[in-house]
């Protein structure tokens, strides 16, 4: 996968992460979209985001990636974002046992506001610290496997897996989409073959943005 420019894009995918304070999903953000860590790093008010654009195969996908508030009091404000996300990178600290009790919570919230076709990675996040584990790697995967998620390691601090965390759930993103459109292709060749002489197509626009699946 490699990065394509700003302007040139076929496809958005809107992405959000989420998970509790602290866990690193600012850190993840600017790593993917900067290649930057900041040990200083504020905890974000509200929802921030970042793009970056990627190539999958041909096709330049502009990755619109959310960063969303673990806070109790921004709940309310970031829950209207989940809406249009067609994936989601669900973190939680490995050295912290209390933010991946809560994955679950978090799930249910996701699925309460977004679609339920949504692709979901579980991320247990500072892989670094691995002396300070508290959240044994088969206990989240087994969650992940049990709960249909794609699951992934990373370090937004020495970069490890999160390119690759990012371009998994992208890829799955667009194989879903490119489904999509075969399946509607289909659809719309059977109603070009049932067409009326003079009867109009509607048209597919090139720049698809938050594409839903």
């Known amino acids: 996968m490699g990065n394509g420019t700003e302007e040139d894009y076929n496809f958005v995918f809107k992405v959000v992460l989420i998970g509790e304070s602290g866990v690193g999903k600012t850190?993840?953000?600017s790593r993917f979209t900067r290649n930057e860590f900041s040990h200083d790093s504020r905890t974000t008010i509200?929802?921030?985001f970042s793009t970056r654009t990627v190539l999958l195969g041909t096709a330049a996908v502009k990755a619109q990636i959310w960063d969303t508030a673990g806070l109790e009091r921004y709940r309310a404000i970031t829950s209207a974002y989940y809406r249009g996300a067609v994936g989601a990178l669900l973190v939680f600290d490995l050295t912290k046992h209390q933010t991946y009790a809560v994955v679950e919570r978090w799930?249910?919230?996701l699925y309460d506001h977004a679609?339920?076709?949504i692709v979901v990675m579980l991320v247990g996040n500072k892989s670094d610290l691995s002396q300070a584990r508290e959240v044994p790697t088969d206990e989240a995967r087994m969650f992940a496997e049990n709960n249909g998620l794609l699951f992934i390691e990373t370090s937004a601090l020495d970069s490890t897996n999160v390119e690759l965390a990012f371009e998994t759930v992208l890829k799955e993103i667009f194989t879903k989409v490119s489904k999509?459109?075969?399946n509607n292709s289909r659809a719309n060749a059977v109603t070009l073959s049932n067409a009326q002489p003079g009867q109009e197509l509607g048209s597919v626009e090139r720049k698809a943005c938050c594409i839903s699946l």
């Open 115 to 117: 679609e339920a076709t």
């Open 46 to 48: 509200g929802v921030e």
């Open 107 to 109: 799930l249910k919230e």
């Open 180 to 182: 999509q459109r075969q």
């Open 27 to 29: 850190n993840l953000l």
